[in-house]
């Protein structure tokens, strides 16, 4: 039962979208236009944004060592962070789904919760935990385990530390979602057909849960590839990421016209990222799911 | 075998420790006497959270967080109610192309989006104004509403408006009446969410904040850039009851595992 | 005069038509099913007299009143929802109220006219309940006192009692004619199930593939259907396709299967292939010698009231029932006739084209 379409009655849909599509075309179409042909203008220090076109930040992005360093960084921390992530939240999603309430509903609050904090209270904690006056590394100097303050403040290991704690809720969220979908029933099949659990969980659960897992790598590695508070406060000055290079450009140097096109080239990375995974999973999941 | 084994509760608890290790630090630091970062082993005191009403700063951009955060998710629900409703009830041609457009902030890394609002509010002069700032947060938190009204508006049983209308009510009265009561867990949640999105919200804020319009979390970043004291503590422990109170009206609204599985 | 009428009633989806074409005149009082398997139209018919769905052709008129192009909330007719639609936020009593509030009617006025409906209905302590706390046959019934409140010209019943369960559905469909009888609102309800139309109606219009097949008094289109389609929809039939072989004073031989059934011959243009029609409550057992037909018990069924048999004939599988008098009936493998009284048996042209 659906109202036919002639012209007369397709104006309310449209007069009902109309207030969010014009505050969105206003406030991000524009903007993300705007900021694109920005990406093309030139900077000098003393004029400031120069009205010429070029590809000449693009360039200097990809040809610069400087930026190689900076991408790479990023990129090895956003897989470091996704495969950690995979390896503990999937695991852990399937020991939630295991539980009886409450204690289900229960842990599912503490593990997703701080999603719901910011994520400045998130890395404070870490930056208090790992600094070298932090709780770890006093706790082990005054228990005679190390002589030396354990710095883990602006380390690679420290960021990894922290964005994979803000950035694992992702994960359990979506291997969550993939293991509502199971159908108990099969694995108590597997078992009457002679299967160990731990065959059960890696011939018959794991496969199926994959996608989940699959979609919460996709998710949790643009989050990581994109993240700036984090590596900010943890990285510090020394550890560059692409977030908070372009934030430099934009904020300290003020060449706007290069932070606009690192910002353009990561928004480029996140579309081809959830593209292709959403190009992956379709073919090699078609098939199974339908 | 459907229980969780030995095995598989220590790795539990473990991983239930990382997640909550480093909030349960910022609350035990906030507590120290000292005037510096420690833990409060000699003696617990409060004079880091009397530190917080003394600091004026912290609490105008506490209240700037605030009105923002209000008038973003207010915003943010009106325009989200009617685009839902059209989403759900007709089948128009763009509608899935909209819908994907108006969940689009999800996919744009908010670094991004801080560039482009900066830009654009050169552009429109309105650099540094709450009106903008609002608008920016408006955009960042609608898919959230967005999602949370769209799923309270699909379970919507169409007959009982029609029904409305049968009986002789007006297209008014039968949104007015009929609709909105029903949708109403979905946009108080809605509403709920966006509100907690904005306040917490500092990646893109950060490029949009002025002096003036300094919210929250923006003030705490530059801070802890420059020196990290029990004061940022004693605020985040405030942060964090107070969430964990809109965390409890959430759940009674709405259903908090609802909410925190959809946030993905 | 007739109270409502539909006129050329059309309804085309893009290139799907819904509903061919609909002439039926109700009249003042009446209660008439549209009677149809699922995608017949029915549906879409009730939505156009509801005025949810605007006709591509066509009238609706009611006492005089052309309404075709009347709002919906304008047309002051009752409607029963199949899933009911009660506002689940308010209750009972509210719910009942809404259209006299619509209508601004007091409310002292509005509480007594919602008590006298919960009255009609058997609902009267249910009132503050809310629409989660009710039975389904509750809640259908409270849907039925909120549509006739109003006082409706028109009482429109999609589907009401599908959802509920055989014996309740029963007990409804008594309830229901009753209320329509003490109330006497003109009442279009629409059904895919005949038992149910047969049972409640005055009169039942047969609509398939967007067409009304027959309009009549559910007895006249039970015994005699005008098509294959009609006598299979209504009750259980035994359709037999075959040809005519011969004529010869009055009568017919029709050649069915390997058999040969001897008809009167009403038609002397009928030629070629026909289907014969006959009720399973209309064959009656006899000695193999004495039947029309012969034939051996396939399966035998005790169901209560009545026993099914199931027969292999030369003319093909037959249905045959019995009422259950208490008596010994035949068994399974035992050879037998079948019989029936003149003129029990249909013809009707053609064969499955008319499926």
């Known amino acids: 039962m659906s109202s036919h379409s002639t012209a007369k009655a397709l104006i309310p849909p449209y007069l009902l979208s109309a207030p969010a599509l014009i505050l969105y075309l206003a406030m991000l179409g524009v903007p993300m236009l705007l900021t694109f042909v920005l990406s093309f203008n030139a900077y000098d220090f003393n004029k400031g944004i120069l009205p010429s076109y070029s590809l000449d930040n693009y360039i200097e992005i990809v040809t610069d060592s400087y930026f190689h360093e900076i991408f790479a960084r990023t990129f090895g921390l956003a897989l470091l962070v996704t495969v950690i992530c995979a390896l503990i939240g999937a695991p852990e999603a399937y020991i939630l789904s295991r539980m009886r309430n409450p204690w289900r509903s229960f842990f599912l609050v503490v593990i997703l919760g701080p999603l719901l904090i910011s994520v400045i209270v998130r890395t404070l904690g870490w930056a208090l935990l790992i600094g070298g006056s932090g709780v770890i590394s006093s706790t082990l100097q005054s228990l005679g385990l190390i002589d030396e303050p354990f710095q883990l403040m602006f380390t690679f290991t420290g960021m990894t530390i922290a964005l994979v704690h803000v950035l694992v809720p992702f994960m359990v969220i979506a291997v969550w979602a993939s ?7 099969v694995e108590d099949a597997g078992l009457s057909l ?25 998710i949790v590695f643009a989050l990581t590839a994109s993240a700036f508070a984090t590596p900010a406060i943890i990285g510090g000055r020394r550890l560059k990421v692409v977030a908070t290079t372009a934030y430099d450009e934009f904020l300290s140097t003020l060449n706007w016209p290069l932070g606009a096109a690192i910002a353009v080239v990561l928004l480029i990375a996140n579309i081809v990222i959830i593209a292709s995974y959403n190009r992956f999973i379709e073919r090699k999941y078609a098939q199974v799911f339908g | 075998m459907k229980t969780n084994g030995p095995l598989a509760l220590i790795f539990h608890t473990v991983f239930v420790i990382f997640i909550l290790a480093p909030l349960a630090i910022v609350c035990v630091v906030a507590f120290t006497d000292k005037g510096y970062l420690s833990l409060p082993t000699d003696g617990a005191s409060l004079r880091w959270f009397r530190a917080i009403l003394e600091n004026t700063e912290f609490i105008d951009s506490f209240w700037i967080s605030l009105y923002l955060a209000l008038g973003a998710a207010t915003i943010a629900l009106a325009v ?20 994907a457009f108006f969940l689009s902030p999800l996919m744009i890394p908010h670094v991004v989006l801080g560039v482009a609002f900066l830009r654009f509010f050169t552009e429109v002069g309105l650099t540094g104004t709450m009106v903008g700032l609002t608008f920016t947060h408006v955009i960042i938190v609608m898919p959230y509403a967005l999602r949370l009204v769209l799923a309270s508006a699909s379970g919507l049983d169409r007959d009982a408006e029609r029904a409305a209308l049968s009986l002789g009510a007006s297209a008014f009265t039968v949104f007015r009446r009929i609709t909105l009561p029903l949708i109403l867990p979905g946009v108080a949640g809605g509403w709920v969410l966006a509100f907690i999105t904005s306040f917490d919200e500092v990646t893109m804020t950060v490029f949009v904040a002025s002096p003036s319009t300094t919210t929250l979390p923006v003030r705490m970043y530059h801070h802890i850039a420059q020196t990290i004291d029990p004061l940022l503590a004693s605020i985040s422990t405030v942060l964090i009851v107070l969430t964990v109170i809109l965390m409890v009206i959430l759940d009674r609204i709405y259903g908090l595992d609802k909410i925190l599985i959809g946030k993905g | 005069m007739s109270f409502l009428r539909m006129e050329g009633l059309v309804k085309k989806f893009g290139d799907f038509t819904a509903v061919e074409r609909v002439d039926l005149s109700v009249e003042k009082g009446e209660f008439v099913s549209l009677l149809g398997p699922s995608g017949c139209g029915k549906t879409t018919t009730l939505q156009m007299i509801a005025g949810f769905v605007e006709p591509t052709e066509g009238r609706i008129i009611i006492d005089g009143r052309d309404i075709t192009d009347v709002k919906a909330n304008q047309r002051g007719l009752g409607i029963v929802f199949q899933s009911y639609a009660l506002f689940p936020h308010m209750t009972v009593f509210d719910n009942v109220g809404f259209g006299l509030e619509m209508r601004g009617v007091a409310k002292d006025e509005r509480r007594q006219r919602i008590e006298e409906a919960l009255e009609l209905v058997h609902l009267e302590p249910f009132a503050h309940r809310f629409p989660r706390e009710l039975s389904g046959g509750q809640r259908q019934r409270v849907a039925v006192a909120r549509a006739l409140v109003i006082k409706p010209d028109v009482l429109l019943l999609d589907e009401p009692l599908s959802n509920l369960d055989a014996k309740l559905r029963e007990d409804m469909q008594m309830e229901l004619r009753s209320i329509q009888r003490t109330v006497g609102t003109t009442t279009i309800l629409v059904t895919h199930d005949q038992t149910e139309a047969m049972a409640m109606s005055d009169r039942i219009a047969v609509m398939d593939q967007g067409r009304l097949v027959q309009v009549g008094v559910p007895l006249d289109a039970y015994e005699a259907p005008r098509t294959t389609f009609v006598s299979n929809f209504l009750g259980k039939t035994n359709t037999l396709r075959g040809t005519v072989a011969s004529r010869a004073k009055g009568r017919m031989q029709v050649r069915v299967g390997e058999g040969m059934v001897d008809v009167r011959d009403v038609d002397p243009d009928l030629q070629g292939a026909i289907s014969l029609s006959i009720r399973p409550e209309k064959l009656h057992f006899t000695s193999p010698a004495d039947g029309r037909i012969t034939g051996r018990v396939h399966t035998r069924l005790f169901l209560g009231n009545h026993w099914l048999f199931q027969v292999e004939s030369p003319v093909g599988a037959l249905l045959v029932t019995v009422e259950n008098s208490g008596e010994s009936v035949v068994e399974e493998n035992q050879q037998i006739g079948l ?17």
């Open chain 3, 339 to 355: 019989t029936w009284k003149p003129g029990e048996i249909r013809i009707l042209p053609g064969n499955a084209a008319d499926e």
């Open chain 2, 80 to 99: 989200a109610i009617p685009a839902s409703l059209a989403v759900v009830r007709y089948r128009f041609p763009g509608r899935e192309g909209l819908t």
């Open chain 1, 179 to 185: 293991l509502q979908k199971l159908d108990p029933a």
């Open chain 1, 194 to 218: 002679g299967a160990s659990q731990f065959t059960v969980l890696r011939r018959i659960v794991l496969p199926q849960v994959m996608p989940g897992v699959l979609s919460g790598s996709m």
